[in-house]
């Protein structure tokens, strides 16, 4: 297992054009995460699934953006419409849910760095 | 004010020296995280702590619970250190609660040799 991937790794597009990005995560995490991270700011959370289900959404998550994880491995995020402001660093982290016990294993993908112009 | 704040913003250190930064937070926790990121925005974890000290190579972590703040250590810098180290914490876990991480701005160490 090579860690979590995310592809592409750039994106560039024109404003107003739909984008996918990809995470594949470690293959034995049950749980995904999206955050967001633009220039000189930590990253900040946009959403996570636990297996297939979308278990929460940040009220950074505007309706031009959606999420699926639709056989509980590889997750997508779209963008629809894109704006300038969605410029920023996507980046994709899983992590392992033992019932009722911690946390285990968070791991971060490279990101998918998107420049909207 | 941000539930996760890091001290200092910019660090310069000349190689050998020894770096001590710095992560306070708000919030009740269940895991805190240091986290290091190059350029080109790969971010790969340091530490996870929920409590105590961690020593790797030459990075050691330490968390005091009570008092709500955590230390990121390095020994004997190197250039190769140079990078943005983040803190992030995972906060208490609450009925319904996810495991997001909340994330400090970073600190962004350069070491000159």
């Known amino acids: 297992d090579t860690g979590v991937s995310q592809d592409p790794r750039h994106k560039i597009t024109k404003r107003g054009q739909n984008v996918t990005f990809r995470c594949d995560p470690i293959?034995?995490?049950?749980?995904l995460y999206w955050y967001r991270q633009t220039l000189g700011q930590g990253p900040e959370f946009l959403t996570y699934f636990q297996n297939e289900a979308q278990l929460e959404k940040s009220r950074l998550l505007s309706d031009r953006f959606s999420a699926e994880r639709p056989k509980g491995s590889f997750s997508t995020l779209e963008i629809q419409r894109t704006e300038q402001g969605d410029s920023a660093m996507y980046l994709c982290?899983?992590?392992?849910?033992?019932?009722?016990?911690?946390?285990?294993?968070?791991?971060f993908g490279s990101g998918t760095r998107l420049t909207v112009v | 004010k941000n539930e996760v704040e890091q001290s200092p913003q910019n660090l310069t250190a000349q190689e050998g020296e020894f770096i001590t930064i710095n992560c306070s937070y708000s919030?009740?926790?269940?895991?805190l995280h240091w986290l290091q990121q190059h350029p080109g925005g790969g971010i790969v974890s340091l530490f996870m702590l929920s409590s105590g000290k961690k020593k790797h190579g030459r990075l050691i972590a330490t968390i005091n619970i009570q008092e709500k703040h955590s230390s990121l250590h390095i020994t004997a810098s190197h250039p190769r250190d140079s990078a943005v180290y983040i803190c992030a914490v995972r906060k208490s876990r609450y009925p319904g609660g996810s495991e997001k991480l909340v994330f400090g701005k970073g600190t962004k160490l350069t070491v000159n040799p």
């Open positions: 919030v009740g926790i269940s895991a």
């Open positions: 982290a899983s992590s392992f849910l033992f019932s009722g016990s911690k946390n285990y294993g968070y791991t």
């Open positions: 293959s034995e995490h049950n749980r």
